[in-house]
């Protein structure tokens, strides 16, 4: 068993898949992170950037969605372990607009959108809900996927978004992609939900000065996240969900700004692989 927990950057696009030469360092593909942790394979959402995945031969496979926008989900049915007829995959997720997520994954993936339903593939597929009998502290949520121990808060994102914590052998993940910083309250449970975390991935689609046209859209700016990371005490910050339009040269240009001031801050490429 690997002591160590590592996170593989498939895709940190946000809204829509982009391509071309000007998108292939941060790249182009949606949300989609795959961690490995003992046994574990567990992949955060399942945006376009799970076609990249390499599913492991004897893994245990958990995909732990935010929610069910689009972007997060439109992987799914190209994810390979779907393909093999022997492989157990557990989906979790919370019940959002009044739908399972069985149901609302149905919507979208079936016909007349999609051949079949993802029940139909090959692959033994479970979906669940966040579990309730877990619940603590009012919204927060604890439970366990083998040997990794799994926190799970909501943030301030339209119709709502899971914010996930990972932790194994003493080191944690929190995921805290589409997420906005303009709710105090919000701002305050996250700083707390991401106490001294080894990695904290977090949403920067905009930038502060363009921020003002898009408040109340569900994003954040790498300025607030910068904040939230100083407050929380979070050892390591990458920014993820890139603006669709935001070309490789105004990224790398907005992180090796940051850069300079903070070397534990960077931005979200795709491939890149960080072992904690």
């Known amino acids: 068993m690997n002591n160590e927990i590592s996170l593989k950057i498939l895709g940190s696009r946000g809204s829509m898949p982009v391509e071309g030469e000007n998108f292939s360092i ?3 593909s949606t ?3 795959q961690v490995l942790a003992g046994d574990e394979e567990i ?3 399942a945006g376009s950037g799970i076609f990249n995945a390499s599913p492991l031969k004897n893994s245990h496979i958990t995909i732990l969605l935010t929610h069910m926008h689009i972007d997060h989900i439109i992987g799914l049915p190209f994810f390979l372990a779907l393909t093999e007829k022997d492989r157990t995959i557990n989906i979790y997720s919370q019940e959002r607009s009044g739908l399972l997520p069985q149901d609302a994954i149905d919507r979208l993936i079936s016909p ?3 051949p079949i339903k993802i029940s139909s593939y090959p692959a033994d597929v479970n979906f669940k809900i966040l579990p309730k009998k877990f619940l603590v502290n009012g919204d927060q949520y604890h439970f366990s996927i083998g040997n990794v121990s799994v926190d799970a808060i909501e943030g301030n994102h339209p119709g709502g978004s899971t914010i996930y914590k990972l932790s194994y ?3 944690s993940i929190v995921y805290a992609t589409d997420f906005e910083h303009n709710s105090i309250e919000s701002c305050k449970a996250l700083i707390n939900f991401a ?3 080894d990695l904290l991935l977090y949403d920067a689609q905009y930038i502060d000065e363009e921020y003002h046209k898009y408040q109340g859209y569900g994003h954040s700016t790498p300025e607030a996240g910068i904040k939230i990371a100083e407050e929380s005490g979070a050892k390591k ?3 993820i969900h890139h603006s669709p339009g935001r070309t490789d040269k105004e990224l790398s240009e907005l992180e090796n700004k940051i850069f300079e001031c903070n070397k534990n801050i960077s931005f979200a ?3 890149d692989e960080i072992v904690l």
């Open 26 to 28: 941060y790249g182009g």
């Open 169 to 171: 052998n003493g080191k």
């Open 43 to 45: 992949y955060l959402d």
């Open 31 to 33: 949300s989609c992170y």
């Open 195 to 197: 106490k001294n975390c």
């Open 237 to 239: 910050i990458i920014f």
């Open 112 to 114: 007349p959108f999609w």
């Open 269 to 271: 490429k795709i491939g």
